[in-house]
């Protein structure tokens, strides 16, 4: 019988990404729920050093696939090494995060295992050893409680949604052998963004701008700076040219899930806050009262934001200083 | 070059989503259906593919009677045929079976590359090309803004968090959509006209030999139990003052205090 939770973590050159400790910290309660061994994987090329600090999160097992060929992420060769990692330990639940990486994976594990996904879940409940995921549909305009029939359920969470929990656990690390198999994708050049930007789907804080900015996103950068923020953008200011694609927050960009998610000069239509919705605070500026954006604010200013934004951003550095 | 686009039918983006009856779907007979916004991208690509290397643009979509309107839509916007599976044993199908039965289909349609979209913003489920790309046993490359073309290759540009990369696959290949791949165009008049002419293929889930015990609400893998609505925000605390510094102030003050992020 399948059982035991496995959780595939995500690294990038040696760095594991949050959302890695935030699906070890989820599969520890669910492994504890279930009386059962949680085991973390961590694919890459020289990665063993890193491997156990899995353990603090709660892992009871970490195997580390380390080959030269797991370097940068694949579709196939990460399919592949995973797929045989999974049919030989028989987990029950497996755990990852819905990153890009992550979407791009499940998919095709879930096809190669027969396994069903709940993608990019906010809950996981576990009641009566049944685990019940909560997912948004539609744009997040529903929630849906799913359940998955058959083993192993690959269970995708939206990353900064599940609380980071320290749990030290004696751990080990195993370097099993594996098989990367036949791979028919290669990766040709690989292109960092520069600087300390702060990646917008892992940011605690995000501060976004809309056509009201009339594409001048100084002020949003500067609050953006002062609060260790990350820059997002409505789809208007992306059609602008004002920001780029990767900046676009909502139904056809990404989906953010910050503590605090700051719009300004942004309507508030509802592809928008398809991408922002499950934000736990959201702030509005905005000059129109009316804007429909407040309606699903927590905290609303009515005003210009080219007078409000660098006010904010005064007061933000005065009280960190 | 044998280019098969994806293609779903949902609801606008702009419609009321209501819960049914019977706690676990949708009403549809109230919504405004379009075709998926990540597929029009990916009909975008295949037409632009098509102009530079010459070939054929094949629409495969699953779905009922009324998705023949996203299918005319495609063809309208320069498509060449389509293959319409319909059939109620279908409907309900999640993201595994839906796979299932699109692979089936693209057993008899040649291919060199298949363009999806990255999700469906239905059920949000990131989940088919992938899976039909596994059942089909050819590589993948997703959330693709660029591509190149050449000696039995694709050459995709992809971003990701925090970076991008170039990643080349061999074909056939399937590649899935998102924003910054290329401006859909619309559907011209004169395309409208010649797409009512242009053949369309109806099959059902018998004629691809797919077991219809299979497929369907009633053997989702993943069952929704229920659908709710999230819940309500409290009512929004609007924050005044008499200057911009005195707003701010009250404004950090709050979050300070509440919220506890700064
Ligand atoms: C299929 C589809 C998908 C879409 N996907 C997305 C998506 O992913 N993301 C997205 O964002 N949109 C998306 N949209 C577009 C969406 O419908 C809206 O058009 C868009 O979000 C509006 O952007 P905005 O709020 O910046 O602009 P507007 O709606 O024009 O609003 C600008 C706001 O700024 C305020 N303002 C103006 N000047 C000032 C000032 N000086 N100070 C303060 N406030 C000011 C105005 O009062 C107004 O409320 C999509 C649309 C469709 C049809
Ligand atoms: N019923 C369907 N018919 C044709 N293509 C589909 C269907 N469902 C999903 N797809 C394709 O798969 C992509 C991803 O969908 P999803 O996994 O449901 O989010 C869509 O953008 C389509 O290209």
């Known amino acids: ?321 | 070059m044998e280019i098969v686009v994806l293609l779903k039918q949902v609801p606008d983006t702009e419609s009321m989503i209501s819960i049914a009856d019977d706690g676990v779907s949708i009403k549809k007979e109230d919504i405004k259906w379009i075709m998926n916004p990540y597929d029009e991208l990916a009909v975008e690509e295949g037409l632009q593919i098509k102009e530079a290397q010459g070939g054929t643009v094949t629409i495969l979509s699953m779905g009922p009677q009324k998705a023949i309107e996203a299918i005319r839509t495609a063809l309208a916007m320069g498509a060449d045929k389509g293959v319409h599976i319909n059939d109620p044993a279908t409907e309900g199908s999640d993201a595994l079976a839906t796979a299932k039965i699109l692979s089936a289909a693209l057993k008899e349609i040649p291919y060199d590359l298949i363009i999806a979209g990255h999700r469906a913003v239905d059920e949000d489920n990131y989940q088919v090309a992938a899976a039909v790309a596994e059942f089909l046993g050819i590589p993948q490359v997703s959330m693709v803004v660029k591509t190149e073309l050449g000696d039995g290759k694709i050459k995709c540009h992809r971003t990701f968090e925090g970076g991008s990369v170039v990643v080349e696959a061999a074909l056939p290949a399937m590649i899935t959509t998102q924003r910054g791949l290329n401006e859909p165009r619309y559907a011209s008049l004169p395309g409208i006209m010649k797409a009512k002419k242009k053949p369309v293929d109806v099959k059902t889930a018998a004629d691809l030999d797919v077991d219809p015990a299979s497929v369907g609400t009633a053997n989702r893998k993943v069952k929704i139990k229920t659908l709710r609505f999230p819940p309500e925000r409290q009512a929004v605390q609007m924050i005044e003052g008499e200057s911009p510094a005195e707003i701010a102030a009250q404004l950090v003050k709050v979050l300070h205090e509440e919220t506890k992020i700064i």
């Open chain 1, 1 to 321: 019988m399948a059982q035991g939770v496995f959780v595939i973590t995500e690294q990038r050159d040696g760095e594991f990404r949050k959302v890695s400790f935030e699906a070890v910290s989820e599969g520890r309660r669910v492994a504890d729920g279930l009386s059962t061994d949680l085991t973390a994987a961590v694919l890459g090329s020289g990665i063993e050093g890193i491997a156990g600090e899995l353990g603090k999160y709660g892992a009871d097992k970490v195997v580390a696939a380390d080959d030269q060929s797991l370097a940068d992420y694949t579709t196939d060769a990460y399919t592949n090494v995973l797929a045989g990692l999974i049919k030989s330990l028989d987990p029950a639940v497996i755990i990852l995060g819905a990153t890009m990486q992550g979407k791009d994976l499940a998919g095709r594990l879930a096809a190669r295992l027969d396994a069903g996904v709940a993608m990019d879940c906010v809950a996981v409940k576990l009641e009566d050893g049944q685990l019940t995921y909560t997912r948004p549909m539609f744009g997040g305009k529903v929630l849906a409680d799913v359940e998955i029939e058959g083993t192993p359920q690959i269970v995708a969470i939206r990353p900064n949604v599940m609380t980071i929990t320290e749990k030290s656990k004696d751990c080990a690390t195993e370097k099993p052998a594996i098989q990367v198999g036949d791979v028919k994708t290669a990766i040709l050049e690989k292109i960092m963004d520069t600087g300390d930007k702060v990646e917008l789907t892992e940011a605690d804080i995000v501060v976004s701008g809309g056509r009201g900015t009339g594409g001048d996103f100084a002020a949003v950068e500067e609050l953006a700076a002062a609060l260790g923020a990350a820059v997002g953008a409505s789809r208007s200011a992306v059609d602008e040219g004002w920001r780029p694609h990767s900046d676009q927050v909502g139904q056809t960009g990404k989906v953010v899930s910050p503590t605090m998610y700051v719009a300004c000069g942004i309507s508030g239509a509802i592809q928008h806050l398809a991408g922002m919705s499950t934000s736990k605070y959201i702030v509005a500026i905005n000059k129109d009262p009316e804007a429909p954006i407040f309606s699903k604010a927590d905290f609303g200013i009515v005003g210009d934001l080219f007078d409000m934004v660098p006010a904010i951003a005064e007061e933000i550095k005065k009280i960190k200083a």
